[in-house]
T-cell receptor, first 112, second 109 residues
Framework: EAGVAQSPRYKIIEKRQSVAFWCNPISGHATLYWYQQILGQGPKLLIQFQNNGVVDDSQLPKDRFSAERLKGVDSTLKIQPAKLEDSAVYLC??????????FGPGTRLTVT | GQQVMQIPQYQHVQEGEDFTTYCNSSTTLSNIQWYKQRPGGHPVFLIQLVKSGEVKKQKRLTFQFGEAKKNSSLHITATQTTDVGTYFCADNQGGKLIFGQGTELSVKP
């Protein structure tokens, strides 16, 4: 069974530029999550999708972050414009009928 | 909002020594999950505890959930170099995970 796929793996941008991350969850997993993990901290949930609907986006900075999962499968997370404090690893995870979340390899974003 | 605290932040042990990380919350935890993240890797699910006072074992790993469901612990017996990584606890609130800041374990051979 293929795991959660994410791309790109690394991205370096200047502040005020925009960036997008892509995630393809495990086949058949209805729930998809985006987390932000700042160095030395635990992952922080940004947004949770159930199929193509948003379940929780209470911690998503909506003035600059957006996410979509139009067909209920893969998802994109966008930051526009980026700030220095957005430097982090962005992790995508998915879950099926169980409670276990499966994480992808992450995208390491550096904002200069 | 709710905070999940983990101690210690770092732990350095000699191979063969035991290791314990503690997870605490000021409010009642729903279900507690534990994840391991190897250096440069992503979190990998270890276990979920649901019941008050629950104890589960996975080979050399022992997980406990406090009687009041406000704390949890992970104990590793006789650490090995393969145990290196950061161990996170997370409160599972209906799929929304609130992570602690993790305990980074290093093992000296």
């Amino acid at each position: 069974e293929a795991g959660v796929a994410q791309s790109p793996r690394y991205k370096i941008i200047e502040k005020r530029q925009s960036v997008a991350f892509w995630c393809n969850p495990i086949s058949g997993h209805a729930t998809l999550y985006w987390y932000q993990q700042i160095l030395g901290q635990g992952p922080k949930l940004l947004i949770q999708f159930q199929n193509n609907g948003v379940v929780d986006d209470s911690q998503l900075p909506k003035d600059r972050f957006s996410a979509e999962r139009l067909k209920g499968v893969d998802s994109t997370l966008k930051i526009q414009p980026a700030k220095l404090e957005d430097s982090a690893v962005y992790l995508c995870a998915s879950s099926g009928s169980g409670y276990e979340q499966y994480f992808g390899p992450g995208t390491r974003l550096t904002v200069t | 909002g709710q905070q999940v605290m983990q101690i210690p932040q770092y732990q350095h042990v000699q191979e063969g020594e035991d290791f314990t990380t503690y997870c605490n919350s000021s409010t009642t935890l729903s279900n507690i999950q534990w994840y391991k993240q190897r250096p440069g890797g992503h979190p990998v699910f270890l276990i979920q505890l649901v019941k008050s006072g629950e104890v589960k074992k996975q080979k050399r790993l022992t997980f406990q959930f406090g009687e009041a469901k406000k704390n949890s612990s992970l104990h590793i017996t006789a650490t090995q170099t393969t145990d290196v990584g950061t161990y996170f606890c997370a409160d599972n609130q209906g799929g929304k995970l609130i992570f602690g800041q993790g305990t980074e374990l290093s093992v000296k051979p």
